[in-house]
Nanobody, 122 residues
């Protein structure tokens, strides 16, 4: 199992940047593909970005492509999401998640963090 704790959220203005972190416990962080998701009240959860076990395969949603960067440091058991050029529509609770994977992305994300709020004012 892996436990996930997000940090780095906050209140920023449109155009600002934030970096979210997701600290994972346990020794098997590198055996999981990881993803960042976000959700706002009344809307379905959206997958923002995902990354393979070693970081060589990455995917972004169209809504964040070119502005957000997902990365991971397996030596530090940490996942990151660098968010640049933030927009009010990026306002949401952001979650990191882990799922087993032999190659590429996880098909199912089994473990979730508690979420961190990101609010972007116009």
């Amino acid at each position: 199992q892996v436990q996930l704790v997000e940090s780095g959220g906050g209140l920023v203005q449109s155009g600002d940047s934030l970096r979210l972190s997701c600290a994972a416990s346990g020794r098997t962080f590198s055996s999981y593909a990881m993803g960042w998701f976000r959700q706002t009240p009344g809307k379905e959860r959206e997958r923002v970005a995902q990354i393979s076990r070693r970081g060589g395969i990455i995917d972004y949603s169209d809504s964040v492509k070119g502005r957000f960067t997902i990365s991971r440091d397996n030596a530090k058991n940490t996942l990151y999401l660098q968010m640049n050029s933030l927009k009010p529509e990026d306002t949401a609770v952001y979650y990191c998640a882990a799922g087993p994977s032999n190659f590429g992305f996880a098909t199912v994300y089994d473990y979730w963090g508690q979420g961190t709020q990101v609010t972007v004012s116009s």
